[in-house]
């Protein structure tokens, strides 16, 4: 990380130059999306500009330049993961990531008595699809809870795992508290009692290097937004056995291989499941992404985030009635805080004033807010494009619009 120029870096993000009510942007609602570096910019403008065309087997030049920068994005993502890239289902994101592996593999797979474990911190994109599944299956959603310092109950998870227990659903990195999981002896664990494990990567993969096969898991869903990407890409990473089984969750052209009234022949996956025409355009940015990614370092990033997390969590220790929700000591650089006598909303409006963008609200996470007994947090989420000044900067504003809320 010592070798890297942070400010050059920054440079990179035209978006972070400007100002917010007249003062310079202070970005810090990261884990909701991420800015984008030019390359991503310029990548999808070349794309409309050079070789916009569908990615269908057309056999012009056109489509075969489209078709084969799409794929090209396709292996340098399995790459960047340490998958293979045709165990890698392109789609919009997270939330359509996990409803696949909800409708395609637990919908016809589960039925009564059977229960899907999920976690207290888990985001609603990981909760409401498989209450969805299990009500029309008739199986259970049974809760991991957690403990008062945002850290998975090991022992109780382990205990939740009966063999009722067909599926677990579970974070890699908390997007409210910043919690890193211990992912791979969680599905170690899930895959000795014969449970299915589905990760939600969307708040990891940006932030440090995941090696997806490491992991052991049956599934990983990311979002390609979060990750200095357009938004409306994503992927499903799943086991090549999981996706010869699943049948198709949307129908449409691309994703057959024969059509007739009598029956239609499916394509092999990962093309099995990308019926219609993708985000060409978002993925060729994606691609672009990756590129910026790998070329820092996840390694560099994360050390570097993990400098600019101390430095916050030290500036927020210094304000008085300032309570911080959670402190694994596993923690991506994600602060969710709470200050005596100002509502969340007001807190995150005036610093907005300051021209600091942080997020309030319940962050897709009501569960989580209930285990803790509060109605709305703030979240300040950094990247590795943000400094050390604009740390500073935020301590400063919080204290005077505290101060202006009594
Ligand atoms: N899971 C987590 C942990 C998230 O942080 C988010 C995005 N806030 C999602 C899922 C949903 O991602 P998307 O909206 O890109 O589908």
């Known amino acids: 990380a010592g070798s890297i120029d942070w400010a050059r870096v920054r440079a990179d993000f035209p978006l972070l130059h400007r100002a917010v009510h007249d003062r310079p942007l202070v970005y810090f609602d990261n884990a909701n999306t991420s800015q984008k570096p030019a390359a991503v ?7 409309y500009r050079r070789y916009n065309a569908n990615v269908s087997r057309a056999v012009h030049q056109l489509g075969s330049e489209a078709t084969e920068a799409y794929e090209d994005v396709r292996r340098r993502l399995a790459r960047f ?27 016809p797979r589960l039925g009564p008595g059977d229960a899907i474990l999920v976690s207290r911190m888990e985001h609603h994109a990981n ?38 227990v067909k599926l677990l659903a579970v974070a890699h990195v908390s997007n409210l508290l910043g919690t890193v999981n211990p992912v791979r002896a969680i599905c170690r664990e ?39 990407g357009p938004t409306g890409t994503g992927a499903l990473w799943a086991r090549r056995e999981h996706l010869e089984a699943m049948p198709p969750f949307i129908g449409g052209g691309e994703m057959i291989r024969e059509v007739s009234f009598e029956g239609t022949v499916f394509n092999d996956p990962p093309h099995k499941f990308e019926a219609g ?20 370092g996840m390694d560099a990033v994360e050390a570097r985030e993990g400098e600019l997390l101390a430095h916050l969590t030290e500036a927020l ?8 929700l959670g402190s694994a000591p596993d923690k991506a650089a994600v602060v969710a805080f709470l200050v005596d006598g100002a509502h969340a909303h007001d807190l995150a409006t005036l610093l907005d004033l ?38 500073d900067a935020f301590a400063a504003a919080l204290r005077k619009v505290r101060g202006l809320l009594g």
């Open 317 to 324: 220790g210094d304000i008085d009635g300032l309570r911080i």
């Open 190 to 228: 899930a895959a000795r009692r014969g449970i299915v494990t589905v990760v939600d990567g969307s708040q990891a993969v940006p932030h440090r290097r995941v090696d997806i096969a490491a992991l052991g898991c049956d599934f990983y869903a990311f979002t390609g937004h979060k990750m200095c």
């Open 81 to 107: 993961l340490n998958v293979r890239a045709d165990e890698l289902v392109l789609c919009s994101g997270t939330t359509f990531a996990i409803n696949l592996v909800a409708y395609s593999w637990a919908l």
């Open 41 to 47: 910019i310029e990548a999808m403008d070349g794309y």
């Open 277 to 296: 025409t993708p985000n060409i355009a978002g993925f060729v940015g994606l691609g672009a992404a990756v590129d910026y990614l790998a070329a820092l």
């Open 354 to 391: 300051e021209g600091i963008a942080i997020r309030s609200g319940q962050h897709c996470a009501h569960p989580l807010l209930q285990f803790y007994g509060v109605a709305a947090t703030c979240r300040a989420s950094l990247a590795f494009y943000n400094t050390h000044d604009e740390i």
């Open 127 to 164: 909760i409401v699809p498989w209450q969805l599944v299990a009500e029309r299956t008739g199986a259970t959603v049974r809760v991991a809870e957690i403990r008062p310092d945002g850290t998975l109950d090991l022992d109780a998870l382990h205990a939740a795992m009966t063999p009722e």
